[in-house]
């Protein structure tokens, strides 16, 4: 069995379990539950690596897809990829230098990486399920 063909719908779910941790997370550090956002944010950044690894393995190995929806939809789609990939780049320092300063009890700092990064990260999360549900399942 060839794994790389069902990476694309691997990726996208581990793209929206990630989703649904930074929500959790989101809430717990907004309820002071400091220890479950700890461990939530934990589980957000291995879904997430494991998400880029597979992301990584299936644009090594497989053919690019081609969107195949027309009109209005076809700039929209674009502009929804762009924006993902773009952001996807500058998120990956960014998760990385908050969740450091997490790491290291550096509350004050975390919080003021935390600010700008989940927004993006957030976005690019989400927007990835987008991306992927409109290539592979609407216009298919």
């Known amino acids: 069995m060839d794994i790389t063909a069902h990476l694309p719908h691997i990726n996208a779910a581990l793209n929206a379990a990630t989703s649904v941790l930074l929500v959790v997370g989101r809430t717990h550090i907004a309820r002071r539950r400091v220890a479950a956002h700890r461990a939530t944010m934990i589980a957000a950044v291995g879904v997430s690596v494991l998400f880029l690894a597979g992301y990584i ?10 969107f195949r929806g027309e009109g209005w ?4 789609y674009y502009a929804l990829l762009v924006s993902h990939v773009v952001l996807a ?22 919080r003021r990486w935390a600010r700008w990064t989940w927004p993006v990260w957030i976005y690019v999360s989400v927007s990835g399920v987008v991306v992927y549900l409109m290539l592979y399942h609407i216009y298919r």
């Not at 939809?73 to 929209?76: K, L, S, Y």
């Not at 780049?89 to 009890?105: D, E, K, S």
């Open 89 to 110: 780049a500058i998120a990956i320092p960014l998760v990385l230098a908050t969740f450091w300063r997490g790491l290291r009890r550096e509350e004050a700092r975390h």
């Open 57 to 66: 393995t299936y644009h090594l190995s497989a053919p690019i897809f081609v």
């Open 73 to 76: 939809i076809r700039p929209m």
